[in-house]
T-cell receptor
Framework: DAAVTQKPRYLIKMKGQEAEMKCIPE?????VFWYQQKQSKELKFLIY????????QIDMVKERFSAVCPSSSLCSLGIRTCEAEDSALYLC???????????FGKGTRLTVV | GDSVTQTEGQVALSEEDFLTIHCNYS??????LFWYVQYPGEGPQLLFR?????EKGSSRGFEATYDKGTTSFHLRKASVQESDSAVYYC????????????FGHGTILRVHP
């Protein structure tokens, strides 16, 4: 089975604080995706990296998040100033190329209090 | 924009019952359709996908047939087991980038022994 690792599994932040979560893609995978999942329901696409370069992202990410893949073996997603609405499960997924099956990690559950 | 509609928010069945979860989509172009399953504490896992009209995807006793005419991809299983209890997501992708998915809201399946 593919293994996408996400850390930490749980993160608690106060409103206004900065949050950072990390993703270690499956070895050899060049495409990395981040999704936001609220209340165990719909997954919402956030941002896509190909070979460590961000190629697609939604406006919310551009405005309030920071996302980088400094190496092929590590990506991070940050929130500059946490708000209550950011409480969610953040899922990272990766795939060998942009047009093959993606594998998801177990996610980082962020709670903003 | 693209969208996926899952009619059932929750389904409760007994073991050996027949399962149907309805999925309809709206997309530009010719989408690839997916079914994902998510167990508690895990990320979504791909059940199967279909790329062409009338193509049937199947895995673990679940199946769905791509129907371009009715824009549907309904999930079915003849005899469910308690271990099938999970959240099921219908999703689509319209580009070469199969990792950027549009998900439905998900269907919680509970199977009672």
């Amino acid at each position: 089975d593919a293994a996408v690792t996400q850390k930490p599994r749980y993160l608690i932040k106060m409103k206004g604080q900065e949050a950072e979560m990390k993703c270690i893609p499956e070895k050899g995978h060049t495409a990395v995706f981040w999704y936001q999942q609220k209340q165990s329901k719909e997954l919402k696409f956030l941002i896509y990296f190909q070979n460590q370069q961000p190629l697609d992202q939604i406006d919310m990410v551009k405005e309030r998040f920071s996302a980088v893949c400094p190496s092929s073996s590590l990506c991070s997603l940050g929130i500059r100033t946490c708000e209550a609405e950011d409480s969610a499960l953040y899922l990272c997924s990766s795939s060998p190329t942009s047009n093959t099956e993606v594998f998801f990690g177990k996610g980082t559950r962020l709670t903003v209090v | 924009g693209d969208s996926v509609t899952q009619t059932e928010g929750q389904v409760a069945l007994s073991e050996e019952d027949f399962l149907t979860i309805h999925c309809n989509y709206s997309a530009s172009g010719y989408p690839t359709l997916f079914w994902y399953v998510q167990y508690p504490g895990e990320g979504p896992q791909l059940l199967f996908r279909a790329s062409r009209d009338k193509e049937k995807g199947s895995s673990r006793g679940f199946e769905a047939t791509y129907d371009k005419g009715t824009t549907s991809f309904h999930l079915r299983k003849a005899s469910v087991q308690e271990s099938d209890s999970a959240v099921y997501y219908c999703a689509l992708n319209t580009g070469a980038n199969t990792g950027k998915l549009t998900f439905g809201h998900g269907t919680i399946l509970r199977v009672h022994p």
